[in-house]
Nanobody, 116 residues
Framework: EVQLVESGGGLVQPGGSLRLSCAAS????????MRWVRQAPGKGLEWIFT????????SHLSSVQGRFTASRDNAKNTLYLQMNSLKTEDTAVYYC?????????RGQGTQVTVSS
């Protein structure tokens, strides 16, 4: 069974940083594209980054460029999202996602709240 478990979210002040992790199991992690996505209150899902099996990163969201970075550790079956200079508009539930078996599988998400 494919499982994705996000962690590392929380409440942070504007300008702060967080590092999210996504632990993957149930599939051969090192051979799949992985994706970070987020959903803000009342809004649709936004793609943030796609990370290829070799670690190459494609950015999909201009509003986080220069502030967020994504990486993966295939030896640990773990995906990371480093978020710096956080803004109130970054408040959202953050998910990792894998295209698997013809569908997009996501974890339960981790809440990030940016507020003073």
């Amino acid at each position: 069974e494919v499982q994705l478990v996000e962690s590392g979210g929380g409440l942070v002040q504007p300008g702060g940083s967080l590092r999210l992790s996504c632990a993957a199991s149930g599939f051969k992690f090192s051979t799949y594209d992985m994706r970070w996505v987020r959903q803000a209150p009342g809004k649709g899902l936004e793609w943030i980054f796609t990370i290829g099996p070799g670690g190459g990163v494609t950015s999909h969201l201009s509003s986080v460029q220069g502030r967020f970075t994504a990486s993966r550790d295939n030896a640990k079956n773990t995906l990371y999202l480093q978020m710096n200079s956080l803004k109130t508009e970054d408040t959202a539930v953050y998910y990792c996602e894998v295209p698997y078996g013809g569908s997009r599988v996501r974890g339960q998400g981790t809440q990030v709240t940016v507020s003073s």
